[in-house]
């Protein structure tokens, strides 16, 4: 895969949409029960922030920044995960906190690989939350067991360019979040390869 530089207005136009994606996930927090401390956290160790940022972006480029930022303009306590420095976190890794929010960010390949897709089945089983942000997990993968059964997707159409980003009655996640408007700045020449994502059931 080759390599690629953001433009200033790539860069600004992936900030709006990465605090657009960590906003609607902490609206969703505000909704769900306090999670049991028996199964999400180990007593031998010191409670750990609401967030863990799993960052697995390959640095190509390097988009943490952005995540980091909104969480810190919202006042949510997080710790991050780097793949590239640490290797592929475990569902021992992930266990203790209340939500995991995985970006993947511009790579084409090994995005949210089949390892990674149990590790996280696991942590939901304990009763976590979990949030996938990534460019190209369904052209890269397909539609796997994960994605129909946990993330319940049924169907979806790649790069139909939409610019609403958001949740209804016909796409997975709750109803009333979004929809989010992504509106290019000034200057932005490319499409958005947007994807319809349909919904499974349960």
Known sequence: MTNRTYTSIERRFTSALASAIVCSFLVLMAS?????????????????????LVDDDQDNPDVRAYYTSALDDLGIPFDVWDVAAQGEPAVSALLGYKMVVWFTGYPRSETFTAGNEEAVASYLDAGGRFLLSSEDYLQDRGLTSFGQNR?????YVSDVNRTDLGSTGQSPGYSWLGPYNLTPPDGWTGPLNTDNVFKGSG
């Open 151 to 155: 993330l319940r997707i049924s169907n």
């Open 32 to 52: 769900i029960p306090v999670l049991a401390s028996a199964s999400l956290a180990s007593t031998s160790r010191a409670p750990l922030p609401c967030v863990l």
